[in-house]
C-alpha cells in the first residue's frame, strides 16, 4: 500500500516570501495529485502529474515529480494571504493515499 | 454542471444508533469513492465502485460499515451500531473511470458527529 509523507505539516509564511512543500511516496504510483482544502470545505484539484520530471504551474504555485526519487514538491513564489488553506499530495488512484496535509498560513 | 452531491452535510447521532450517508456522484461518472476524513488528517480510503460492484473495500474499518450502489449511481455508505471514533467528515467522489488517470472529483462532505 503507498504511504504518502508531507512536511511541513504547518506552514507560516511572510507574504512575498518563497516556500517549498514536500511529498515523498513509498512506491511506484501512475500518478501524483495535489489538492487543496480551505477550511470546512471540500478537496480542490489543483495538479495532476503524470511522469517522471513533469512540471506543472497555475499562478503562484508549480508543482513538480521526480519518480526516481519518488518525490513530488508543491512551490510557492510570492505567496499572497488568499493562498492560506491546507494542501494535500495523493498517489495510488483509484484508491487513493493522502499525506497528512500541509496546513499553510500566509500573513501580511 | 451539477458536481457531486452529498447528504446530508451534517449528522449528529448517539452512540449505538444507525446512519446512512448518500452521495450522487455527477451524471455518466461510473466510479464512485468513498474517503472519511478525521479532524487535522488527510482523507483515508474506504472503498471504491465501479458500476454496481465494489472493487475495492479495503478501507473499510470493520463489519459495521457497509456501502451500496444498487444501479451504478447513487451510493450509501451504512454504519451499524456508531461509536465515537466514527465521528468524521465522510467524502464522496466520482470519476469517468477507475483508471488513474481519471480525476477524482470531490462532494462537499457529510460531517458526522457520534454523540
Known amino acids: 500500500e503507498l504511504k504518502v509523507e508531507q512536511n511541513p505539516l504547518f506552514l507560516s509564511m511572510q507574504e512575498g516570501k518563497n516556500y517549498t512543500i514536500y511529498c515523498n511516496y513509498s512506491?511506484?504510483?501512475?500518478?501524483l495529485y495535489w489538492y487543496r482544502q480551505d477550511p470546512g470545505k471540500s478537496l480542490e484539484s489543483l495538479f495532476v502529474?503524470?511522469?517522471?520530471?513533469a512540471v506543472k504551474q497555475e499562478g503562484r504555485l508549480m508543482a513538480s515529480l521526480d519518480t526516481k526519487a519518488r518525490l513530488s514538491t508543491l512551490h510557492i513564489t510570492a505567496a499572497v494571504h488568499d493562498l492560506s488553506a491546507t494542501y494535500f499530495c495523493?498517489?495510488?488512484?483509484?484508491?487513493?493515499?493522502f499525506g497528512a496535509g500541509t496546513r499553510l498560513t500566509v500573513k501580511p | 454542471g451539477a458536481g457531486v452531491s452529498q447528504t446530508p452535510s451534517n449528522k449528529v447521532t448517539e452512540k449505538g444508533k444507525y446512519v446512512e450517508l448518500r452521495c450522487d456522484p455527477i451524471?455518466?461518472?461510473?466510479?464512485l469513492y468513498w474517503y472519511r476524513q478525521s479532524l487535522g488528517q488527510g482523507p483515508e480510503f474506504l472503498i471504491y465502485?465501479?458500476?454496481?460492484?465494489?472493487?475495492?473495500d479495503s478501507g473499510l474499518p470493520n463489519d459495521r460499515f457497509f456501502a451500496v450502489r444498487p444501479e451504478g449511481s447513487v451510493s450509501t455508505l451504512k454504519i451499524q451500531r456508531t461509536e465515537r471514533g466514527d465521528s468524521a467528515v465522510y467524502l464522496c467522489?466520482?470519476?469517468?473511470?477507475?483508471?488513474?488517470?481519471?480525476?477524482?472529483?470531490f462532494g462537499p462532505g457529510t460531517r458526522l458527529t457520534v454523540l
Open positions: 467522489a466520482s470519476s469517468l473511470g477507475t483508471a488513474s488517470y481519471n480525476e477524482q472529483f
Open positions: 512506491t511506484t504510483s501512475d500518478r
Open positions: 502529474l503524470l511522469s517522471n520530471g
Open positions: 495523493a498517489g495510488g488512484a483509484p484508491a487513493m493515499r
Open positions: 451524471s455518466g461518472h461510473t466510479a
Open positions: 465502485f465501479q458500476g454496481t460492484g465494489a472493487a475495492d
